[in-house]
């Protein structure tokens, strides 16, 4: 079953512009994850965050997480064509010997116009 | 390229044929998950292997799926007496531990 849901479904913005997806989530976490998915191929690890951590940054991206609300979101700064793809974020659930399994949404396709 | 690679890349087989994939992990990741996408859906879990050892499987996985990590190495998915259903991208990761996962480029599977 999917826990995350992103929002919007999807997006589309002028290169230069910045883009805001985000996520919520149903039970608690061990860390939330982003993920980016060009078309057809496999996804890459763009940035994690603990659930005792509130924002993190790493080069454009910027990531918060509000626990108390189960909601994440993912800022990306002055966007390029090469940022268009598909979004997922992704948690790994506060459960015993839950391995760390992650659960994604359904994703966020992102359409930068040049 | 995560340095994670699967085989083959694409595979078209008629229904009730079997197919089996291979992952090979990052050498030095002890944990090993197999997940399943289908068109405009996130992935969903199959099952993790940490090291040799099989510890956790889904609903999703049937008895028609079974798969292997002999040695703690590279890892096989087979899918016995394939469905249609079972089309579907199936991707690979590998990690150290518990902070973010490396992903494969998948195995796309096509039951005609």
């Known amino acids: 079953s999917q826990q995350g849901e992103e929002d919007p479904q999807a997006l589309s913005i002028q290169e230069g512009e910045n883009a805001t997806m985000n996520c919520s989530y149903k039970t608690s976490i061990n860390n939330l994850q982003w993920y980016r998915q060009n078309s057809g191929r496999g996804l890459v690890h763009l940035i994690l965050i603990r659930s005792n951590e509130r924002e993190k940054h790493s080069g454009r991206l910027r990531v918060t997480l509000d626990t108390s609300k189960k909601s994440s979101s993912l800022l990306i700064t002055a966007s390029r064509a090469a940022d268009t793809a598909s979004y997922f974020c992704a948690t790994d659930p506060l459960i015993l010997g839950a391995n760390s399994k992650l659960t994604f949404g359904k994703g966020i396709t992102l359409s930068v116009r040049p | 390229d995560t340095g994670v690679s699967q085989n083959p890349r694409h595979k078209i087989t008629k229904r009730g044929q079997n197919v089996t994939f291979r992952c090979d992990p990052i050498?030095?990741?002890?944990?090993l998950y197999w997940y399943r996408q289908t068109l405009g859906q996130g992935p969903e879990f199959l099952t993790y292997f940490q090291n040799e050892a099989q510890l956790e499987k889904s609903r999703l996985l049937s008895d028609r799926f079974s798969a292997e990590r002999p040695k703690g190495s590279f890892s096989t998915l087979e899918i016995q007496r394939t469905e249609q259903g079972d089309s579907a991208m199936y991707l690979c990761?590998?990690?150290?531990?518990?902070?973010?996962?490396?992903f494969g480029p998948g195995t796309r599977l096509t039951v005609l």
């Open positions: 990761a590998s990690s150290p531990g518990p902070l973010g996962q490396f």
């Open positions: 050498s030095e990741h002890n944990r």
